[in-house]
Antibody
Framework: QVQLKESGPGLVKPSGTLSLTCVVS?????????WTWVRQPPGRGLEWVGE???????NYSPSLQSRVTISVDKSKNQFSLKMTSVTAADTAFYYC??????????????WGPGTLVTVSS | QSVLTQPPSVSGTPGQSVTISCSGS????????VYWYQQLPGTAPNLLIY???NRPSGVPDRFSGSKSGTSASLAISGLRSEDEADYYC????????????FGSGTKVTV
């Protein structure tokens, strides 16, 4: 079973850069999947951040695309999220997930357990 | 603000049936497949329904999805205490170069 796990600093200063990594295990990041980031402010709903294919193709949320970059490292079987100029509004649980878009069973699955990033000085 | 509108909460007693609506527009629900996710307290979301009305392996048949026009619905029959969770609809939106969107979320209380 493919498993995903997020990692990165839990605290980022305002105006700084948020950097997270999602390691994919028991599966290859070069398989036919899109790799996705979703975030959830504490006590609020889910927000799609963006996605990447192993070829490097990306799609971003229109509201975040000016600040977000998603990249893939095939040698380490992982993908990453960078978000610049963060504010308190970017405080959230950040999840990574697989999207096997063209497979028999599609949808975001599985998800990583999530990691809380707090933006505060 | 989410582009997909869900009721903030629904409730029912054990054994009852409840339905959660997801209202969108032509650029999202009206043109694309709908997915539903269940988020139990303190955990990551989990895929519940894919491509409008299909259940992944392991999801009880008490859960069913449907879509008509620009709206979708998730029905839960035979409500159980373990169904108490947040539920989100989601789909692709064809506007602005395309992006994935989630519903506002519905808290189900049993």
């Amino acid at each position: 079973q493919v498993q995903l796990k997020e990692s990165g600093p839990g605290l980022v200063k305002p105006s700084g850069t948020l950097s997270l990594t999602c390691v994919v295990s028991n599966g290859s990041i070069t398989s036919s999947n899109w790799w996705t980031w979703v975030r959830q402010p504490p006590g609020r709903g889910l927000e799609w951040v963006g996605e990447i294919y192993h070829s490097g193709s990306t799609n971003y949320s229109p509201s975040l695309q000016s600040r977000v970059t998603i990249s893939v490292d095939k040698s380490k079987n992982q993908f990453s999220l960078k978000m610049t100029s963060v504010t308190a509004a970017d405080t959230a649980f950040y999840y990574c997930a697989r999207d096997p878009r063209t497979a028999a069973v599609a949808g975001l699955s599985p998800w990583g357990p999530g990691t809380l990033v707090t933006v505060s000085s | 603000q989410s582009v997909l509108t869900q009721p903030p909460s629904v409730s029912g007693t054990p054994g009852q049936s409840v339905t959660i609506s997801c209202s969108g527009s032509r650029s999202n629900v009206g043109s694309n497949l709908v997915y539903w996710y269940q988020q139990l307290p303190g955990t990551a979301p989990n895929l519940l329904i894919y491509r409008n009305n299909n259940r992944p392996s392991g999801v009880p048949d008490r859960f069913s999805g449907s879509k008509s026009g620009t709206s979708a619905s998730l029905a839960i029959s035979g409500l159980r205490s373990e169904d108490e969770a947040d539920y989100y609809c989601a789909t692709w939106d064809d506007s602005l170069r395309g992006h994935y969107v989630f519903g506002s979320g519905t808290k189900v209380t049993v």
